[in-house]
């Protein structure tokens, strides 16, 4: 992830949506890295802006790995990523990047993990925004007494990526995880 949030983008942005198990993701990205995952239902609703340029194949690389994530065959993500946040959310969104396949954190300990243990909700807000949900594997934070929590996709979608993640890691790809 960059370390310079106010650098322009290089180059073009493109844009293309995906169909996936959990709805119609938009996949974002410049020739730098994906910048943006949306969900088609989630809270923070977003546009294409009119300068981007829907295309499939400069996403291909990110699509690909999405559908192996869906389908149980992949649990890390190997993707240049380019998110765009302050120095606060960039090393909030370094720590989620660092949580392993199939395991849950609280918001506490992610505050923890970053040395700033009194900025508990600072750390949900930037949690929150994270452009990259799923790649950055935001849904793996979850309340100190172990409830699942708010999710920009909403917490069906939430229940839904853990539990494709506990079923991989148990081996069980048969189980109904919605």
Same mark, same amino acid.
């Given at each position: ?43 923070h609703q977003?546009?294409? +802006? ?12 990110a ?26 959310? @960039?090393? !909030? ?19 923890r993990?970053?040395?700033?243990p009194l900025?508990v909700?600072? !750390? ?11 790649? !950055?594997?935001?849904?793996? !934070? ?16 939430? +229940?839904? @990526? ?17």
């Amino acid at each position: 992830m960059t370390n310079d949030p106010h650098r322009p983008c290089n180059g073009p942005i493109h844009y293309d949506d995906i169909d996936s198990p959990i709805g119609r993701l938009r996949l974002v990205a410049g020739r730098d890295g994906l910048h943006e995952i949306w969900f088609e239902q989630g809270r923070h609703q977003k546009a294409a +802006r009119p300068e981007w340029i829907r295309a499939a194949e400069p996403l291909a690389f990110a699509r690909v790995q999405l559908e192996e994530y869906f389908a149980g065959e992949r649990t890390t993500f190997d993707l240049p990523l380019r998110p765009l946040g302050t120095p606060f959310q @960039l090393a !909030v969104w370094q720590e989620l990047a660092r949580i392993p396949y199939g395991v849950t954190i609280s918001y506490g300990e992610l505050a923890r993990r970053i040395e700033q243990p009194l900025a508990v909700r600072a !750390v949900g807000a930037a949690n929150g925004r994270n452009p990259l949900p799923i790649v !950055v594997p935001c849904h793996r !934070v979850i309340g100190s007494n172990g409830s699942l929590t708010g999710f920009g996709g909403g917490l069906p979608t939430k +229940r839904y @990526l853990l539990a494709l993640e506990q079923r991989v890691a148990e081996g069980d790809l048969f189980a109904n995880g919605r």
